[in-house]
């Protein structure tokens, strides 16, 4: 099979492929060609001579003694070492002899099943190429036209070559996508479905779509000084960040915040009007508690294990501490980890952060 290395690099540069894979697809479908026209138990191997781009396929059998008891059951694979001795007197016994096969005349039969083969293994190189792309992208933001919303509400999004979709659940309360619309979101998963092939599913409420639109917005975090440590959020409520500085001369808060809240409200813009409190993040626990219960002012945290801690506070501050609904003291334990038990100063237990919505809100979102 003649310039069959002109074929493989006309394919790799079409396709966007590399090369030396597109050569081992091809040698695997030549393989399968093989096997459906000259029989499925015999052993093939390809060779590609790059100096003269042609490719030969050969037939392997492997030399076994003259009473090996395979010779019974399986004399395609195994040839005895009398036999083989006419053919080759210098062969022993675990060799295997090769017999090249004529490629140049095989037929229109044989030429369809190879173009069928080719077509099949390069299709599934694609695939296997775009997956990983979009697998190591799992977390970071893209941009897509939205091409069709379902009778679910699943919006379907064209990101580059592939369609993407976001469920409804994953969409932010009160949003609406029409055709044409241009939306921002990250990618929450990557899978293979039989019937459809690649699915790509994209999030707005996730976690990792407030730190990649906090990244677009704040230079710091795009350069590394600032880090999100941990996010926290109720999709188009509330949310806390937690900012770490990796140099003493910037002010980790201050620069997500920007100037008269700049940076941190065309994140909130985005995000459909969800507010979003910013704290430093310490590898102290009850430092980083007492922080993710502002606007609360904090008298006390006792950590009472590795998942629970108790905050004592004022009467005053009660209804900061647990917010609207529950919502700041369920922001905080999202955000710091630890079950959030409140207690009043002179009183009883007056709330806990674990409770039923905690436990909804877990099953919902996940880790993203």
Not at 2 to 16: C, F, M, P, Y
Not at 163 to 192: D, H, L, Q, S
Request: glycine share 6%; hydrophobic share 40%; proline share 2%.
């Amino acid at each position: 099979m003649e310039r069959i290395v002109d074929i493989i690099e006309s394919i790799a540069n079409e396709k966007g492929l590399e090369i030396e894979d597109v050569k081992e697809r091809v040698k695997r479908a030549i393989v399968n060609t093989a096997k459906r026209i000259y029989g499925e138990n015999y052993e093939y191997d390809v060779t590609i001579d790059n100096t003269t781009k042609s490719l030969r396929l050969y037939q392997k059998i492997t030399i076994v003694a003259d009473d090996d008891e395979r010779l019974q059951e399986d004399n395609e694979h195994f040839l005895s070492l009398k036999e083989a001795k006419k053919i080759d007197s210098g062969v022993e016994i675990g060799d295997e002899l090769t017999y090249e096969l004529n490629t140049d005349n095989l037929g229109r039969t044989a030429a369809q099943t190879l173009y069928k083969e080719l077509e099949y293994h390069i299709q599934r190189l694609l695939e296997e190429k775009i997956f990983q792309k979009y697998q190591e992208m799992i977390g970071h933001m893209v941009f897509g036209t939205v091409t069709r919303v379902d009778n679910d509400e699943n919006t379907f999004i064209e990101i580059d070559e592939i369609r993407a979709v976001m469920p409804r659940k994953n969409r932010i309360k009160g949003e609406k996508f029409k055709v044409g619309n241009v939306v921002k979101a990250v990618i929450k998963g990557v899978y293979i479905d039989k019937s459809q092939g690649i699915k790509v599913e994209l999030s707005r409420t996730s976690p990792k779509f407030l730190e990649a639109l906090l990244k677009a917005e704040v230079p710091e975090i795009k350069d590394g000084l600032v880090l999100v440590a941990a996010s926290a959020r109720i999709p188009g409520e509330r949310a806390k960040v937690a900012l770490i500085s990796t140099t003493p001369n910037v002010d980790p808060v201050g620069a997500t915040v920007g100037t008269k809240g700049v940076r941190i409200n065309a994140v909130t813009k985005e995000l459909n009007g969800e507010n979003i409190d910013a704290i430093e993040f310490s590898s102290e626990p009850t430092i980083l508690i007492t922080r993710a219960m502002a606007p609360a002012i904090i008298s006390s945290v006792k950590i009472v294990d590795e998942k629970k801690a108790v905050v004592s506070i004022a009467t005053e501050q009660k209804s900061k501490a647990i917010g609207k609904s529950g919502i700041n003291i369920r922001l905080a334990s999202m955000l710091s980890g630890f079950e959030i038990e409140l207690v009043e100063i002179g009183g009883a237990k007056i709330g806990n952060s674990n409770d039923d919505t905690m436990k909804d809100l877990k099953a919902l979102f996940g880790d993203l």
